[in-house]
């Protein structure tokens, strides 16, 4: 799991196995089950810190679909707001980020560790 370097939104992170694979079905079911682990673990913690009001979620597969890395499979998850989308992007090709990459790390990292831990006590 990491976060998007150009996000769209903020929070907005990918989850990759570490395996490079370059389509979902190439995916072997335990690395598939793991990489849907891995995406409900960050919905949780990105529900929890940032508390958005919807999510989109997706795969990009080969360059012409816009993969970055078209040889390794990633999934997108990104918080979406109602309203967050403004005339920046129509009028200038700008998107506006609210907080800073680094803190919005810090803070996705210390959330899932909670929330880990508190599974652990479960």
Do not use: C
């Amino acid at each position: 799991m990491m976060l998007n370097r150009y996000p769209y939104n903020n929070g907005h992170l990918m989850i990759a196995p570490f395996q490079h694979i370059e389509t979902l079905e190439k995916l072997d079911a335990a690395t598939l089950a793991e990489l849907m682990g891995q995406a409900q673990l960050a919905l949780k913690a990105l529900r929890q810190l940032m508390t958005p009001d919807g999510f989109n979620m997706g795969i990009n597969e080969g360059k012409v679909a816009g993969a970055g890395f078209a040889e390794h499979i990633h999934y997108h998850i990104v918080p979406r707001w109602n309203g967050d989308t403004n005339f920046m992007p129509v009028v200038a090709d700008i998107k506006v980020i609210p907080e800073h990459l680094d803190m919005v790390y810090t803070q996705l990292k210390q959330t899932i560790e909670s929330i880990l831990a508190q599974e652990e006590t479960k």
